[in-house]
């Protein structure tokens, strides 16, 4: 075999290594987030520093709104086709400039711990100053790994290059705990003996929000906690369900330390996996984590029920909806279609019989749009579980034929029957006022299928 042959099998395997821990993590995001080491903050730090944290805390905090604005609430964090599945290489620039604790986890210690005015301000500069020093460091880091990644597609020894990437990933992974340690011991510090016996809460807290991103299949990333408050839900509902839900918290964390130690392990092994090409080992690894990603999942499906019947009669259709969509985000969606239909049934000029005819077609295609879904749903969560090494880089175009391309397109057929059902019912004017798809010509809405 000739140089450029074993260089191309090399980086297949590395590609192939690096694919399945991001699946399995879910979000490179929650590894790139180990990346930045900042030094130890405290309250005495120089002003510019403090105001710098500032300054970089709020805009950290505008970006996370709008990367979330079309997310689910509490639910998988990044909508894939297939319904969420996808983690997200594109998370890793992002995750590695900004601290382990979010600003907004951090606004939370006010309302879980009852802080004080004078507590507060000194949080505030403890956050601060670890926030800017975080994003300083991450820079560097990500300077850093980009170099060694322009090295590596030039070196003939990629297995010595492998090495010193991942002997520097351990060592900014421990330097950052270190310093993530250190401000938690600062934060701690402050607080009297009450609020510190409330101090688990906040860790179980920071753990879902920093790590449930990392999950795999469609539910495992499901945070019941946020679910709860919607404000859809009654006062009375939020409070039949405390006590499931503070059961929840206990149990999905246990779950969570199990899971998360594992993927921290297996970042560890991943070197020596790229360097043998070690396919079988790589195979394995994503059947353990996605066994360790079931447990997550199946944690959030009993307590979701239990949460279910514990809330009045009033509020469980609701709360069952709000589980399903953020379980699988991208299939349990608001259609164009729904969103035609409803702009059809608003409009101020329909005849008696247009408006029936409208409301017909809205119930018809509810009913089938719901039977739809539920099969797509249950298409991808058996994609998930069959997936394994030999799928990774299949694009979509290559998935048309699978269980999941059969089912998105039989709901392509079904948006595309009603809406040319909808323009029969209406006048060729009331039909040029629907909202357009982007195949019909609309801008500012991306198409989805």
């Given at each position: 075999?000739?140089?450029?042959?074993?260089?191309?099998?090399?980086?297949?395997?590395?590609?192939?290594?690096?694919?399945?821990?991001?699946?399995?993590?879910?979000?490179?995001?929650?590894?790139?987030?180990?990346?930045?080491?900042?030094?130890?903050?405290?309250?005495?730090?120089?002003?510019?520093?403090?105001?710098?944290?500032?300054?970089?805390?709020?805009?950290?905090?505008?970006?996370?709104?709008?990367?979330?604005?079309?997310?689910?609430?509490?639910?998988?964090?990044?909508?894939?086709?297939?319904?969420?599945?996808?983690?997200?290489?594109?998370?890793?620039?992002?995750?590695?400039?900004?601290?382990?604790?979010?600003?907004?986890?951090?606004?939370?210690?006010?309302?879980?711990?009852?802080?004080?005015?004078?507590?507060?301000?000194?949080?505030?500069?403890?956050?601060?100053?670890?926030?800017?020093?975080a994003r300083e460091t991450g820079e560097k880091v990500r300077t850093q790994m980009e170099g060694m990644r322009d090295q590596m597609r030039d070196a003939d020894d990629r297995g010595a290059m492998m090495e010193k990437m991942q002997a520097s990933m351990r060592e900014v992974r421990a330097t950052r705990?270190?310093?993530?340690?250190?401000?938690?011991?600062?934060?701690?510090?402050?607080?009297?003996?009450?609020?510190?016996?409330?101090?688990?809460?906040?860790?179980?807290?920071?753990?879902?929000?920093?790590?449930?991103?990392?999950?795999?299949?469609?539910?495992?990333?499901?945070?019941?906690?946020?679910?709860?408050?919607?404000?859809?839900?009654?006062?009375?509902?939020?409070?039949?369900?405390?006590?499931?839900?503070?059961?929840?918290?206990?149990?999905?964390?246990?779950?969570?330390?199990?899971?998360?130690?594992?993927?921290?392990?297996?970042?560890?092994?991943?070197g020596a996996m790229r360097q043998n090409g070690d396919m079988e080992a790589i195979q394995k690894m994503i059947e353990e984590g996605r066994a360790m990603n079931v447990k997550v999942r199946d944690v959030n499906r009993k307590y979701a029920k239990a949460i279910e019947n514990a809330l009045p009669e009033g509020d469980r259709q609701a709360f069952a909806a709000s589980f399903k969509a953020a379980s699988f985000p991208d299939v349990y969606r608001t259609t164009p279609t729904t969103e035609a239909l409803k702009a059809a049934d608003s409009m101020?000029?329909?005849?008696?019989?247009?408006?029936?005819?409208?409301?017909?077609?809205?119930?018809?295609?509810?009913?089938?749009?719901?039977?739809?879904?539920?099969?797509?749903?249950?298409?991808?969560?058996?994609?998930?579980?069959?997936?394994?090494?030999?799928?990774?880089?299949?694009?979509?175009?290559?998935?048309?034929?699978?269980?999941?391309?059969?089912?998105?397109?039989?709901?392509?057929?079904?948006?595309?029957?009603?809406?040319?059902?909808?323009?029969?019912?209406?006048?060729?004017?009331?039909?040029?006022?629907?909202?357009?798809?982007?195949?019909?010509?609309?801008?500012?809405?991306?198409?989805?299928?």
């Open positions: 075999m000739n140089q450029n042959s074993m260089r191309g099998m090399g980086l297949k395997v590395v590609a192939a290594s690096a694919m399945a821990l991001a699946l399995l993590a879910g979000s490179v995001e929650a590894l790139a987030q180990n990346q930045a080491a900042p030094e130890r903050a405290r309250p005495n730090q120089p002003e510019r520093n403090n105001q710098a944290g500032r300054n970089q805390a709020d805009r950290n905090q505008g970006d996370r709104a709008n990367r979330q604005g079309n997310r689910e609430p509490g639910g998988d964090q990044q909508r894939g086709e297939d319904g969420g599945r996808r983690g997200g290489f594109g998370g890793m620039m992002g995750g590695m400039t900004g601290p382990a604790v979010s600003a907004r986890q951090v606004e939370k210690y006010n309302q879980m711990l009852g802080l004080s005015a004078e507590q507060k301000a000194a949080v505030k500069m403890l956050y601060d100053g670890y926030a800017e020093q705990k270190a310093q993530d340690d250190g401000f938690t011991s600062d934060v701690k510090s402050l607080l009297t003996p009450e609020q510190i016996e409330k101090w688990p809460t906040v860790e179980r807290m920071q753990r879902r929000e920093s790590s449930m991103r990392r999950g795999f299949v469609s539910g495992e990333r499901v945070d019941l906690t946020t679910l709860l408050e919607d404000p859809k839900l009654s006062d009375e509902g939020k409070k039949a369900a405390r006590e499931v839900a503070a059961q929840y918290e206990e149990e999905l964390d246990r779950e969570l330390i199990k899971r998360n130690k594992w993927q921290e392990r297996q970042m560890e092994e991943m101020k000029d329909l005849s008696p019989d247009q408006q029936e005819g409208v409301k017909q077609l809205m119930t018809s295609y509810e009913k089938s749009l719901n039977a739809a879904n539920d099969k797509l749903a249950a298409a991808v969560e058996e994609q998930e579980m069959q997936f394994d090494i030999t799928q990774m880089g299949r694009g979509r175009g290559q998935d048309e034929d699978s269980p999941v391309g059969t089912q998105r397109r039989a709901r392509r057929d079904l948006d595309r029957t009603t809406l040319d059902s909808l323009k029969k019912i209406l006048t060729p004017e009331q039909a040029a006022k629907l909202p357009k798809r982007d195949d019909e010509g609309g801008r500012g809405r991306r198409q989805q299928n």
